[in-house]
């Protein structure tokens, strides 16, 4: 048999005797009945027990229907409410509804069977609409809030806070190489992952705290009453070391690191947007940090984005102008020591802004699209140059040109550096684009085939900044590279030691069991040139020979190799 809990509000002990009379007829439903006869009575028995519903007078003596209603409804969200009134009237009915009553009954009507299905009905349908909030305000993958409840528990959570003045902080985590795991492994992959982090994040925090899922890989943390950053340091800490335990998937180990951006109310920002965009910088800058790091969101953050804004509005401005020019760093192979070839080197001199640094606009440059216009430039301007120097007489010197990320699989991009050899009379292998790790994660056919297509018109592919990323050999099995450029945090970063030394030699000789070349980049004084050579590396590149030097004094260069090699032939 169902048992329904009624909590009954009448200041009328007659009309109450009679109510329960009527329940205590129904023969389906067990109704337990606690009768109350003030308003501040049923506001205490609502917080301290459990009610299915709540059957209520229109006139008790200390209020009104409606008061009473917006006061239960504080208490309690979802309960729903009868109103039992002595009129029937319109007006009444509709006061009462629109405050949220579930259902209205004049007194009159009321018999066992009218009460019994009123009640029914009102709670079928508060089932209903439980089931349909929660489905509004939940993740279905996870089970956690969603953006739209997070949103609304951080405007509650601002209103509380601003009344009492408390502190709280609003924690953004996102997943690093998310999009890889699902690329790679398949969405249902994805999917059982995402839902272990959400599980862990439960178990990581405290019941109170408001744990939701906005995106893709996006988790949203809502911490009340923290105690400062001290505390949220050690949360970030724990959150960090607890996904980043191996997650076991498909009888193998998955690692995924996080990274979280944290932003305080009221001190970064009052509002639930603000707060949102707030730790999404700092979310940001955790990032660029290296992953598996938490960041708090900081005014510097703030200024970086505005130079980021001005930045790519210059950029848009500064497109077809002439501010960009192409510089070239040459490159020699540690054996011979002689010149192989040049990187060439896009820097952007700003009118107003001065010299602005490729790290600084590349990455702007890559988001807004604005890498394509500029990379045609950069292309042609780099063939244009090894054709001149190849009339000189250089015809065996190399021209390295980096790749940008949104070139891959452009067919434009493609057709565009055909006609450069063409039309430069260029030989093909004297060219070689560099290309970053992240580009060749993406070992779908369409990504290999684009690479094999690039190397069929006889080009050279470099992986640059190798060991930045994911230094796994095994994925670059599946692309024509040639060359493996060796990044400089190995060479002259300041964690350059032993133990550096001995992975670049693991690394050199890796490369040349798979048939690769190797070019260490970053060499900065003899030492370093002495020891790669002795490594067996074959070329190098670094500020101990040159920096990026402008098309005119590269150029005094290429005529002193020729003159060189014309000395070495006649002798
Ligand atoms: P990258 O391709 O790895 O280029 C090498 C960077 O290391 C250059 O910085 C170069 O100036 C610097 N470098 C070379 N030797 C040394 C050294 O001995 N010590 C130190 N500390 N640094 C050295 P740059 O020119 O600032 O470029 C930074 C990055 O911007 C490049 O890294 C590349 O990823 C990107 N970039 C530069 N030019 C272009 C371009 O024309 N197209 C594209 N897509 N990206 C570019
Ligand atoms: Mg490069
Ligand atoms: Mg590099």
Redesign the pocket.
């Known amino acids: 048999m169902n048992e329904v809990k009624v909590l009954l509000v009448d200041d009328d002990p007659i009309d109450a005797k009679l109510l329960a009379e009527h329940l205590s007829r129904v023969r389906k439903t067990k109704y337990h009945l606690v009768h109350v006869t003030r308003s501040g009575q049923a506001f205490s028995h609502l917080k301290s027990q459990s009610y299915d519903i709540v059957i209520t007078d229109y006139y008790l003596g200390d209020t009104d229907g409606v008061t009473l209603i917006h006061r239960l409804r504080e208490i309690n969200q979802s309960i729903p409410i009868i109103v039992i009134t002595g009129s029937d009237s319109d007006e009444i009915d509709e006061q009462v509804m629109t405050a949220g009553a579930a259902d209205y009954l004049p007194k009159e009507e009321l018999s066992s069977s009218t009460i019994d299905r009123t009640i029914r009905h009102a709670l079928e349908r508060a089932r209903y609409l439980s089931k349909l909030e929660y489905l509004a305000n939940r993740d279905p993958l996870t089970g956690l809030a969603n953006r739209s409840m997070f949103e609304e528990e951080l405007s509650r959570a601002i209103a509380i806070s601003s009344r009492h003045n408390h502190q709280f902080a609003v924690l953004l985590l996102d997943l690093d190489r998310f999009k890889e795991i699902n690329d790679t492994l398949g969405h249902n992959v994805g999917d059982l992952l995402l839902t272990i982090i959400g599980n862990r994040l439960q178990k990581l925090l405290r019941e109170e705290d408001v744990i939701a899922r906005i995106g893709g890989d996006e988790f949203a943390i809502l911490l009340q009453q923290t105690s400062g950053i001290d505390d949220i340091s050690l949360i970030c800490s724990k959150i960090l070391a607890g996904l980043s335990e191996p997650t076991p998937i498909n009888e193998s180990s998955l690692f995924v690191s996080t990274s979280i951006g944290v932003a305080f109310f009221p001190d970064n920002g009052t509002s639930s947007v603000d707060l949102m965009q707030k730790s999404d910088l700092a979310l940001y800058k955790a990032k660029v940090l290296g992953r598996n790091k938490y960041s708090f969101f900081s005014h510097d953050l703030q200024e970086r984005l505005h130079y980021e804004t001005t930045i790519e509005k210059a950029l848009r401005e500064d497109i077809d102008r002439n501010h960009f020019e192409?510089?070239y760093?040459p490159k020699y192979n540690l054996h011979t020591e002689k010149l192989t070839g040049f990187?060439?080197?896009?820097?952007w001199n700003h009118p107003e802004l001065g010299f602005i640094?490729?790290?600084d606009f590349?990455p702007v440059a890559?988001k807004t699209g604005l890498?394509l216009e500029?990379?045609d430039w950069?292309t042609e301007t780099a063939c244009k140059q090894l054709h001149e120097w190849n009339n000189l007489g250089a015809s065996d010197l190399g021209m390295a040109?980096?790749?940008?990320a949104k070139q891959v699989r452009k067919a434009a991009f493609f057709e565009h550096l055909r006609n450069f050899l063409t039309q430069y009379k260029l030989n093909p292998a004297s060219i070689e684009l560099?290309v970053?790790e992240s580009l060749l994660v993406d070992s779908s056919i369409q990504n290999i085939n684009f690479f094999r297509e690039l190397k069929a018109i006889g080009i050279q592919l470099t992986l640059?900044?190798f060991g930045t990323g994911y230094s796994s050999l095994s994925y670059i099995k599946n692309f024509p590279i040639d060359k493996l450029?060796i990044?400089?945090s190995f060479?002259?970063g300041t964690h350059a030691n032993q133990q550096q030394m001995s992975i670049v030699q693991a690394i050199i000789q890796l490369a040349h069991a798979l048939k690769m070349h190797v070019v260490a980049?970053?060499?900065?004084t003899q030492e370093q040139a002495f020891k790669l050579k002795h490594m067996n590396c074959d070329e190098a590149?670094?500020?101990?020979y040159y920096?990026?030097l402008p098309k005119d004094k590269a150029t005094e260069l290429v005529i002193n190799f020729i003159a060189q090699e014309n000395e070495q032939t006649t002798d």
């Open positions: 192409l510089y760093q990187e060439a080197l896009i820097r640094s490729p790290a590349i890559e890498i500029l990379s950069i040109i980096n790749m940008s560099e970053t640059d900044d450029k990044d400089r060479i002259s980049e970053g060499i900065e590149q670094g500020f101990w920096k990026p």
